[in-house]
């Protein structure tokens, strides 16, 4: 049956799933995307790839490393983090916008979504974008939607921009105790021109790590550049295996067997030696350059209230239900744009069909 | 191009809203006398005009907020506008209508190298905002043409992109936060020193809106490193479709250049006269730029050049001096000037995908000798965003006519072969019409419900974006509800 079929026949709330790999939780019955599934077309020439909502990521992913490409933004798998199995489909990174430790320099997942065709509410069939890499023809849905957490629509389809994948990967890792340490070392790096595609710290390993990537000749310049410009903070050294290094920052591979609960906080990087003091986490993890601080707290710990005011937002990534019901997995919103989006909310799904709850 | 008619009411209201404009704002900050409302009467698509009803220039985020508050309880229509320089009549008033320019707020807030971020006013110039940065070795990646003179407002409305963006991205990209106020004059901050948004992502509809959703006051821009250096290569060939193939062939080897520029004939010679770039006599010329230290320069153009030696080209030439690149840049983005001498033209930014460029350039070609217009081309090859330019003689009656009916079939070739009708200059009047051929009504509708949400009166930037026949059902609302 087609989704705008199926759509315009529901009276009841209904929760979307693409491969159930993210730990939402909501409504019975489920509205699976699994169906929707395939790439409809790839031009590497052109950067460009079309793919159905319900297409698995892994599918994607061999498609574009046989033409030696790549999804930049570096969708990230947490599958092990949150205890949740399946496959994780690309319609549903889309519509959490997960991007990876590659979005301070490449972007996040919707600076890379080139055009959707969702099915609204009203189980119209609606198109926003296009296949091509500019395109300021209308309002810009294409950014609405990635990250609405399917709470506008149900994507049936994506367009997506991808990028060469890079011939070299270096890691450098440094040494540091401090968070407040590790972040300005960071920074530094991210100031310099070397084109840093991933800024880390991991205070259990004690590292602050960075990544370089790009043809062989260049990384090796470029860690050479860093090692010398960063000698101030520290001695900087080449890690082994930097794929499994960032993949494990990627997926927090660090919090996946620990209890607690997980958040996720965006902040000003500079912020970020003063945010982890107030989590009082049992454990913690900073990305991109100390704008994205991953915590693993007690259970049932308010990490919103111990925050108070600062300049970001905090998710509730992994929690018990009764947890997640009781604080909001998203930060709520201040007036007027809690109206906005509520507003927004009932003109793209009137009678409340999607996702209710999960976003306030 | 019609424009509604101006609605008598508001018109009959006209000092009343002047008297109360006066009331919050400094006296030279209100333009009233219809000889200077006519300095507003255009932007850079000068073939329309019209002058407003009156003219603001606020200098604070809260005047602006008094005005559209004023506005709003008076059922005045409101035209924001940068620095007027829309190629496509995002700034052309409706005589019923109050300008809100926001060009005497142009300073510099914050600038933080640390967290990578400036936060400006919006009034400020494109290449100020690198000004500001330019002394750490910092820049702002978007950089339209008009770069000299356009407003970061008008950036933000048009999601304006840039030569560079194949690289660096365009302005939604590289935008991180606002301070806007919408129509009822309320103030709303979204975003900030942090990436991404918390909840829905309403930074990224505002981008790219227009101007018709509120009045961007501020703005929170990404700031980069400069790279160590950039250097330029030219690449002439006597064939369109070999270069669109250099194009594609150098995307699918995994260099990123910064940018890939094309040019035929008729640009490469206007331009030449123009700056003296040492372009080369051909049928098809690119500028293909990298980035990076001497040696990491070196090696990238050593591949692009194997490339593109298997194409035959008839000139191929690296720049040997940072004076040689400026030339070079100075010649593509003195383009449109330079055409300007030529004739009167209509610039279109249809955007196609890569693999049709030779199919396109070939039907434009064609339709040129039908309309019996020249048309020069222009653009941006690396990610598909044409710059077709239409040369017609305004004074010679019907050419205007004929050139838009040029114009209107190769944008609506670009959408029919996989396309959109505008890559970074915006819809704005100029495209407003042709919008059904791209969007079927539901899609338009769902465009047009985020509208009703910021701006449930549809007083902001009336007229634009959406064909008049699909809004009028909102617009005649409004003039009924008053």
Redesign the interface.
């Known amino acids: 049956m087609e989704l705008a079929d199926i759509v315009a026949g529901l009276n009841e709330p209904v929760r979307i799933q693409g491969g159930g790999t993210r730990g939402v939780f909501g409504p019975e019955p489920v509205l699976s995307t699994a169906g929707l599934s395939g790439i409809t077309l790839y031009e590497p020439g052109a950067l460009t790839l079309v793919a159905q909502a319900g297409t698995p990521v892994t599918e994607i992913e061999a498609a574009l490393a046989a033409e030696e490409q790549q999804l930049a933004f570096e969708p990230a798998d947490y599958r092990a983090l949150l205890g949740t199995s399946g496959e994780s489909t690309i319609g549903g990174v889309v519509a959490a916008n997960i991007s990876g430790p590659r979005r301070i320099q490449a972007g996040a997942c919707r600076d890379f979504l080139l055009g959707v065709r969702y099915v609204d509410g009203r189980g119209q069939v609606i198109k926003n974008g296009g296949r091509v890499m500019k395109n300021v023809t209308g309002y810009d849905l294409v950014k609405l939607m990635a990250g609405s957490w399917g709470t506008l629509g149900v994507l049936s389809e994506v367009s997506l921009k991808v990028l060469p994948k890079p011939e070299a990967v270096a890691v450098l890792g440094m040494p540091v105790t401090q968070v407040s340490a590790a972040v300005q070392m960071l920074s530094a790096a991210l100031k310099s021109p070397f084109e840093v595609s991933g800024a880390a710290y991991d205070p259990e390993l004690g590292q602050a790590l960075l990544r370089i990537e790009g043809f062989a000749d260049s990384v090796a310049y470029r860690i050479g550049q860093l090692q010398r410009e960063l000698s101030a903070y520290g001695e900087a050294a080449q890690i082994e295996e930097p794929e499994e290094t960032w993949r494990a920052i990627r997926d927090v591979g660090r919090f996946e067997d620990k209890e607690g609960d997980v958040w996720r906080i965006s902040t000003k990087p500079s912020d970020a030696a003063e945010v982890a003091a107030r989590l009082e986490a049992k454990n913690l993890l900073l990305d991109w350059g100390g704008g994205l601080v991953w915590a693993l707290v007690d259970a049932g710990s308010d990490i919103r209230a111990r925050l108070g005011e600062f300049d970001g937002h905090a998710t509730l990534v992994r929690a018990a239900p009764e947890t997640i019901q009781t604080l909001g997995r998203l930060q709520p919103e201040p007036e007027p744009l809690a109206s906005l989006t509520r507003d927004l909310r009932r003109k793209f799904d009137p009678k409340g069909l999607f996702n209710p709850g999960l976003m306030g | 191009m019609e424009m509604p008619q101006p609605n008598p009411d508001v018109l009959a209201r006209k000092h009343r809203v002047l008297a109360r404009l006066q009331q919050v704002l400094p006296e030279d900050a209100v333009i009233h006398d219809p000889a200077e409302t006519r300095a507003y009467e255009c932007d850079a698509l000068t073939a329309y005009r019209c002058p407003p009803m009156l003219a603001v220039l606020p200098s604070t985020t809260q005047e602006v907020s008094d005005v559209l508050r004023i506005c709003h309880e008076e059922g005045v229509p409101v035209v924001p506008r940068g620095a007027g320089t829309s190629l496509a009549g995002g700034a052309l008033p409706t005589a019923d209508c109050v300008i809100l320019g926001v060009a005497r707020m142009n300073d510099v807030l914050e600038t933080?190298?640390?967290?990578?971020f400036i936060r400006v006013q919006t009034g400020r110039t494109n290449l100020s905002v690198t000004g500001a940065v330019e002394e750490e070795?910092f820049f702002y990646a978007p950089d339209p043409s008009s770069q000299l003179a356009c407003a970061i407002a008008g950036n933000i409305a048009?999601?304006s992109?840039g030569a560079h963006?194949?690289k660096y991205?365009?302005t939604?990209?590289n935008l991180l936060g606002v301070k806007m106020v919408?129509m009822d004059g309320?103030v709303?901050e979204?975003g900030?020193?942090?990436?991404?948004?918390?909840?829905?992502?309403?930074?990224?509809?505002i981008?790219?809106?227009e101007g018709q959703l509120g009045v961007v006051t501020e703005a929170t821009l990404r700031i980069l490193?400069?790279?160590?250096g950039a250097r330029p290569v030219l690449m002439g060939f006597d064939d369109n479709e070999v270069a669109g193939q250099c194009v594609?062939?150098i995307?699918?080897?995994?260099?990123?250049p910064v940018a890939i520029e094309f040019m035929d004939t008729l640009c490469i010679k206007a331009c030449e006269n123009f700056a003296h770039a040492g372009y080369p006599d051909c049928t098809a010329l690119l500028i293909v730029e990298v980035e990076?230290?001497e040696?990491?320069i070196d090696?990238?153009l050593s591949k692009i050049i194997e490339i593109a030696k298997r194409h035959n080209p008839v000139e191929l030439r690296e720049s040997q001096s940072a004076e040689e690149s400026a030339k070079i840049w100075l010649g593509r983005k003195s383009a449109f000037g330079a055409m300007g001498q030529l004739n009167d033209y209509m610039c279109l930014d249809g955007?196609?995908?890569?693999?049709s460029l030779p199919e396109v350039l070939r039907r434009i070609g064609e339709l040129s000798e039908d309309y019996g217009l020249p048309v020069g081309n222009v653009f941006?090859a690396g990610?598909?965003?044409m710059h077709p330019l239409i040369l017609f003689d305004a004074n010679k009656p019907g050419d205007l006519e004929k050139c838009e009916a040029f114009g209107a079939d190769i944008l609506k070739l670009c959408v029919d072969v996989?396309?959109?009708?505008?890559?970074?200059?915006?819809?704005g009047i100029e495209?407003r019409d042709l919008?059904s051929h791209?969007?079927?009504p539901?899609?338009?509708e769902?465009?047009m419900?985020?509208?009703?949400?910021?701006d449930p009166q549809w007083l902001l930037n009336p007229a634009k974006?959406?064909p008049l026949d699909v809004s009028e059902a909102r617009r005649v609302a409004q003039m009924a509800a008053e």
């Open positions: 933080d190298y640390d967290n990578r070795d048009m999601n992109g963006c194949l991205g365009v939604t990209n919408m309320r709303v979204i900030g020193a942090h990436l991404d948004s918390g909840g829905l992502d309403l930074l990224g509809v981008c790219g809106s490193r400069k790279p160590e594609s062939d995307i699918k080897s995994g260099i990123l990076g230290s040696a990491e090696d990238q955007t196609i995908p890569v693999s941006h990610d598909g965003n996989g396309g959109c009708l505008t890559g970074e200059h915006g819809v495209k919008m791209q969007y079927t539901a899609d338009l769902a465009q419900a985020v509208k009703d949400v910021f974006v959406f």
